[in-house]
């Protein structure tokens, strides 16, 4: 057996979005004040494990949820591109009407022609390759303890799949990530062995907050909540 270090992919909180924007990688949007009570309590339920190596997706929403857990553990996150929200052709439309969106706009269903890679958005494969790149470095950083990654939902839930080998094609309501949840990833050595989920913020979602936002037949959703 070698050195076991745990890597944690956490998502963000709750983000101040009323106008059901999907705002992918544009900047301004922050965390509700929901957003910050579920950063503070991931802070306080895991402040007190081996962590000593953070990093995070630049985009604000991303850094204010790590901030109390930094503030907690006396770190400094490493900001790191790798970790940020996936792009995508649907970047600030307003997804507020759900399916009428498509039925008022129907040039936005070009977009969408190949579920598999997908067609609207950056390539699942390019998604899990910077993604894991980074889980890497983090481990390696953080030998023999543990490291907190902020990220996004679909990057998260894209390295999981690559992680358990299962395919990239899935629906959005289907993905186990909810906000400022944990998908902790365990190694032995270099060797990854286990994949956990937890969700120390899970009893502040609201209710009919848990699934992904809208989606079409696994449409763009990154990110409405």
Known sequence: MGEQTIVHLLRHGEV????????????GFHLSDLGRRMAERVAETIG???????????????????????????LTPELDRRVIESSNKFQGVNFGSGAATFLKRPALLRHMYNPRKPS??????????????????????????????????????????????RSYLHHPKHR?????????????????VQVRYS?????????GDRSAPFS???APDEERP
């Open 216 to 218: 079409a037949g696994g």
């Open 16 to 27: 101040h979005n009323p106008g059901g924007v999907l705002y992918g990688r544009l900047d």
């Open 48 to 74: 007190g494990r081996d962590i000593v190596h953070l990093r995070t997706s630049p985009l604000e929403r991303a850094q204010e949820t790590i901030a109390p857990l930094a503030k907690r553990l006396g």
């Open 176 to 192: 186990q990530c909810t906000l400022c949840s944990l998908t902790s990833v365990v190694f032995d050595g270099d060797r990854m």
């Open 120 to 165: 609207w958005g950056e390539p699942y494969d390019e998604i899990a390759g910077r993604m894991v790149a980074a889980l890497h470095d983090a481990r390696d950083a953080a030998r023999g303890h543990e490291a907190v990654v902020v990220s996004h939902q679909l990057p998260i839930w894209t390295t999981r799949l690559f992680l358990e080998k």
């Open 199 to 207: 969700e120390p913020a899970g009893d502040l979602i609201p209710v």
